[in-house]
């Protein structure tokens, strides 16, 4: 079965500091990765995803994961966090149903805060 | 926006009563999928539809569950007999292109 671990749960920077979330998956088949983030009070937004290619991924504001292969990772990146970033951030694995159709499985979260 | 919205947002009720909620896309989608959030968890998969068929459940759809998708458009999820583990955020979901989902707003369901 497939599985998801994010292994910061709670995560504190200061404005401008860089910013590595893991994300480590399980999964034996074809491999898409996402990562979802949901800023306070709203719903789950897609931040990026991996479908191939180019292991280096970069989505929406300044973001970016690495697909890791051999290290079973899709770890997310930003160079310099703004307060604005504060929000919880969910890493996902697509996996495909036997008879066909698709689910996400989410890791737990990471709830990160970038303080002034 | 992400093409879908869900009804209602808040839905408070007490432990044994019945609670149904609605998911509208806004256009036509073959897959609408059912999530479920707890706090301090990411969600959770609950069931699925293609088209008006259910092809997927988790066993986290216990049978007080039932979903329905009637003509392929909305879909609704109706809870029977609450209970207080009941309490959650329920996420509707549409698919895009390369397996990704985008999620509604939820409802968040409180049993008292």
């Known amino acids: 079965a497939q599985s998801v671990s994010q292994h910061n749960h709670h995560v504190i920077l200061s404005e401008a500091a860089s910013l590595e979330l893991g994300c480590n998956y399980s999964y034996g088949g074809t491999v898409n990765l996402f990562w979802y983030v949901q800023y306070p009070g709203q719903h789950l937004q897609l931040l990026l995803k991996y479908f191939s290619g180019d292991p280096l991924v970069k989505g929406i504001k300044g973001f970016e994961a690495e697909f890791i292969k051999s290290k079973f990772s899709f770890n997310l990146r930003k160079p310099s966090v703004q307060w604005s970033d504060t929000a919880e951030y969910f890493c996902a694995v697509n996996a495909y149903f036997t008879g066909g159709g698709n689910k996400l499985t989410f890791g737990t979260g990471t709830q990160l805060k970038v303080e002034l | 926006d992400t093409g879908v919205s869900q009804d209602p947002r808040h839905k408070i009720t007490k432990r044994g009563q019945n609670v149904t909620f609605r998911c509208d896309p806004i256009s036509e989608h073959n897959r609408l999928y059912w999530y479920r959030q707890t706090l301090g968890q990411g969600p959770e998969f609950l069931t699925y539809?293609?088209?008006?068929?259910?092809?997927?459940k988790s066993r986290l759809l216990s049978d007080r569950f039932s979903a329905e998708r009637p003509k392929g458009s909305f879909s609704t999820l109706e809870i029977q007999r609450t209970e207080q583990g009941d309490s959650a955020m329920y996420l509707c979901a549409l698919p895009g292109g390369y397996n990704e989902q985008f999620f509604g707003p939820g409802t968040r369901l409180t049993v008292l």
């Open positions: 539809f293609q088209n008006e068929a259910q092809l997927e």
